[in-house]
């Protein structure tokens, strides 16, 4: 794994380059940024975005040398597409208005993906709504040839059919909606209403398409068995960054009961305040099967573009190798809530 | 709902015209001003305030969205009146001591009530005791022709019954005491000492008005059932924002217990710490009916007088209506504690 | 209860007297001072001070104003002596060391114990090994004629009956040990080593005088029943104020299991982190009859003499009274732990 | 115990030396220094650092001085050893890249060892991979005579013998390996690589050895059972003082399920967070049999070399001894968890 930057240079260039609208926290924790949205901070006081950071913070992890796994295997798959990690980057999308004109739309969609790429992982991509910005993200995908691409849940579904349509053609290797944006309520003002779906809606839209449906923004056990039931294949734990509700619960505080319900039955992914491969270990055990990472891969991509992308995913991967090693878990399938500490 | 401000001019706006008297925090949340009473803080350490805030805050919610609600309403009615939102305006009074000289008595009160009315919603005015400044509430509330008076638990109840005749010839629609004020001795020296009320005395009270009667300042279950038995129409759960009492729980905290005793007996009313749509919504979920607002509209008032108070009830009355969406509430009735997270 | 004083003037010229040695914080909570021994402040980490004004600070009051209470009785008897209030001054000397050159311990001890009087309550006076020094705090003690005193736990049982003696003929009206005192290891090399003691010792020492014996520093419900099983008057559930031993409990968590045993059978003092009426009112209600304040009292000292003193435990004391309505506790006897808050 | 140093004056002088590689903050807690490694930190958020100190703070001791005890035996005996303490020094090693250059290695391990010694205890050394730099710590510890030495997991066992050889050659009483250290992925490109060890790997190096065998770096019972059942001597409870993975839990919160399962059958040294004989004296109570000190002890060393040193380890030894009296511990044996607070 070569590495041609280090860490502190990254940052400093994306501090620079962020001018302000991200401050490069030393851990990017939700409470600089507070109510910044636009711009990169969790919605009114941020609370859900820093519960996201809190409660995984709240988990500690068992240390354990004594046994015999010197090289563990931190591979997995996912929508039949080897990755070298769990590890991929969420879906995040106008950068312009969120991040200001260090990148344009297209920099980032190109440093977002090929650096996932590049680092072996999967890059995901989200719906911009504006046709140009969302181009600049399918020809990204296009151009590695692989990704998944989350939709808005907006009511029109030939939009939102559509848009599959068009990820379908660029290399998506899964589609689905982001149902958590239900909540935008300015999307009407802009022409593009958006809403929650039904079960049976979902169901439609899962049976619209040949590729693997996934539904992200799933926070309770009632909405993830009810995305079970409509044939979902995958869903993410998440409260979007905590950009569309004040005061939800962390997802890790989310992840164990939905994943004592449908672990095996559904795909589960979740993110929300992943900074680092023990961070990535913790969901893992908790029961997602992989993880996405958010606001710390913009900082990636103004700081080194692709290559500032690779260099985190890299990092958050040897970071889950050594963590993986020091709780003696041979592959991911060994990892589960046996690392996770509880008090006698 | 048309904006014409927008919420950093308004609070720069207040932030100068309150001239230190509060300091317009980014979460209004007792700590700047504690001890500051007069002025806008909670008593002693400030930790009654402090705690509203807190409990509040401590509260999760569940963001849920599969199903298929679409259009919430938020809509209420409070004693015959049709509301918008069940988001009011709080009894706050004496402005010249408290906030110092940038509104005087009469506007805070023409803000306050107009404000409150142009949202759709209802103002709840309070005793000042001097006879002019209570003028300038009556005045107001007698222009929008509604609103709820609260006057102080004087030992003197001739003095009582003259302030809600006067309130009832101004147009409240219900009358009633904040008995919190109980322990406010120093209004003894200014010739109106207050007192505790017994059942009795409460059942009296409310006997001698053909209006709604309620009592606000109610902090435990035993104190809630003995106004239900004195046939008290409605309740608010409050701690006077944490200004007569060191120490207190939260009014979040409080609250459930006496929800639980006496929902649907009599009419629960909660302030304390409300900041936003989605605070609102936790309130109604531990039981409440409706809910006041207080500080925040005096910065509302500060910042932009009618329009700023009508600015913020309605931003908190969207919030609650997005809020609604993403937990699957058609209604405020939808609203109750399944809405909650709780762990694992 | 006239007052010639104001608070923010009397903390301002104690801060510009205590020079540094104390900062006269907003709230004196341990922090700015931690470690500060000789000092002001807790020893080590200065956790076992902080601890003492969290731990009360984690206890909740229920405020009620639904009753007829509206004169509450806050006067109590101690030993014999009738008092305004349950709010005594706890026993500090060492000024000079402790506190720097603004008062001597002449006008320290004149302060301290006048002031109590004035605000009919009563000082306990320490044990400054320094005979000189001694000397002073009796006078005072003379001077009022009544008072408490406090004797370090010396090895030397004559010094302590000596101790005892000079104190019995200037006015005592109770004397005892501060047994916490016992880990000054430093103590020995000034010629007076110190120590603990055991019940035999304590049964000895209660028998050697007339006057009802106390001791100080009982932190646990074992120690507590052995000062019980001597015959001991009265115990003080304290931690010397944090001051000398690190990462004690506060005292307010070590008194209720204590108060459950001995209620009634001996007198129970408590000191440690009081800064209010309300903290006082929280401390009778897990179980003490009695409280001491330490700290703040020589801000009052230092601010305004035996005024500054009388100000404060008056100031207290009305908190006390306006607490007491604010609750329905007619009198110290009425308050138990109903009024604390429990969450459902 | 001659002082030739006074703490104030140590600290400030070690805080020029150290030119920033530490700050020397009033409490070493790892906040200031998070995430420096190399440096003096944590690893990551430094968080497992952060866990050390919190999960020790966070224990509450029982004050109690009404007994009999009045000199207390802080005496103990590892190894064979008599020792004055139980308070030892833990193995650091690679000064120059840790601490700057204030210290060569060899004058830090001539600090270390040789002041450790002057105070009675013993110093634990560590393995700094290069050879020269061994030496300088074995040198350290021939002449003083006694010492124990603790090796990295090296893949290569001959590597470990072989340091195990010279290290009884220069007076190691006991010798063991970090087994914690095993997720230093970075070690294998300085031709050292390190991994974790089985049962059989343990038993087999602890068979090589005439001297007692340790495993440093337990944190679960499973571990440490594995040990055990291994024929291992002893065990450190250890995290690596938080340098070698991110969000453990605190060494203090790790300790007690194992000393529940194995006191007795192997001895039980602890490390992480201890700053002053309380903390010592926690972690007996919480089942350690003595314990290591870190980092302050680099400040001592910084601040005054050996006799810095030794002027660290006879303070915290005599905040045992006070402590001791005030919890009437005769000796190490009487220290259980009955000196710990539990809250009613």
């Given at each position: 794994?070569?590495k041609?930057?280090d860490l502190l240079?990254?940052?400093a ?8 609208y991200?401050?490069?926290c030393p ?6 940024c ?8 969790g919605?009114g006081?941020g609370a859900?975005?820093?519960?996201n950071?809190?409660a ?9 040398a004594?046994?015999d796994?010197?090289s563990p295997d931190?591979?997995t798959?996912?929508?039949?597409q080897?990755l070298?990690t ?5 879906p995040m999308?106008?950068?312009p208005?969120?991040t200001g004109?260090?990148?344009t739309?297209?920099?980032a ?9 590049l ?9 911009p709504?504006?046709?140009a ?12 040839g692989?990704?998944v691409a ?10 939102i059919?559509e848009?599959?349509?068009k990820a ?9 909606l982001?149902?958590?944006g239900?909540?935008?309520?300015t999307?009407k003002?802009?022409?593009h ?10 169901r ?7 590729l ?5 923004g799933?926070m ?6 009810k995305?079970?039931?409509a ?7 998440s409260?979007?960054g905590g950009?569309?509700?004040?005061h939800t619960c962390?997802?890790?505080d989310?992840?164990?009961?939905i994943?004592?319900?449908l672990?095996g ?15 990535a270990?913790k969901?893992?055990?908790?029961g997602a099967?992989?993880?996405l990472?958010?606001?710390p891969l913009?900082?990636g ?6 290559e500032?992308v690779r260099?985190l995913?890299?990092k958050?991967t040897?970071?889950l190798y050594?963590a ?8 991911l399938?060994?990892?589960d809530?046996?690392?996770?500490f509880e008090?006698?």
């Amino acid at each position: 794994m070569k590495k041609t930057i280090d860490l502190l240079t990254l940052k400093a260039e994306a501090r620079k380059k962020l001018n302000g609208y991200c401050r490069v926290c030393p851990v990017c924790d939700g409470r600089a940024c507070a109510g910044e949205v636009p711009g990169m901070g969790g919605t009114g006081t941020g609370a859900s975005f820093m519960e996201n950071v809190k409660a995984l913070s709240a988990i500690k992890v068992n240390l354990s040398a004594v046994h015999d796994i010197i090289s563990p295997d931190t591979t997995t798959s996912f929508f039949g597409q080897q990755l070298e990690t769990p590890i991929m980057a969420a879906p995040m999308v106008n950068y312009p208005i969120n991040t200001g004109s260090g990148l344009t739309e297209r920099d980032a969609a190109e440093a977002i993906v090929t650096g996932s790429h590049l680092a072996g992982s999967l890059a995901w991509i989200g719906d911009p709504v504006d046709t140009a910005m969302y181009s600049s993200w399918l020809e990204a995908m296009h151009k590695v040839g692989r990704g998944v691409a989350i939709i808005k849940p907006r009511l029109n579904h030939d939009g939102i059919l559509e848009a599959f349509a068009k990820a379908t053609q660029n290399g998506a290797v899964a589609v689905g909606l982001d149902v958590d944006g239900a909540g935008l309520i300015t999307m009407k003002l802009k022409g593009h209403p958006v809403g929650p779906k039904t079960s049976e809606q979902l169901r439609e839209l899962s049976q619209s398409t040949n590729l693997p449906f996934i539904v992200k923004g799933i926070m309770t056990v009632q909405d993830a068995v009810k995305c079970a039931e409509a044939g979902v294949d995958a869903i993410v734990v998440s409260n979007h960054g905590g950009r569309v509700l004040d005061h939800t619960c962390g997802t890790a505080d989310a992840l164990p009961a939905i994943a004592k319900e449908l672990k095996g039955r559904v795909t589960i992914f979740v993110d929300g305040g992943i900074r680092s491969g023990v961070d990535a270990l913790k969901m893992l055990a908790l029961g997602a099967d992989g993880v996405l990472v958010g606001r710390p891969l913009i900082v990636g991509a103004y700081g080194a573009n692709a290559e500032g992308v690779r260099f985190l995913i890299n990092k958050y991967t040897e970071e889950l190798y050594a963590a993986m090693i020091l709780m003696g878990c041979a592959n991911l399938h060994h990892i589960d809530s046996r690392i996770l500490f509880e008090k006698l």
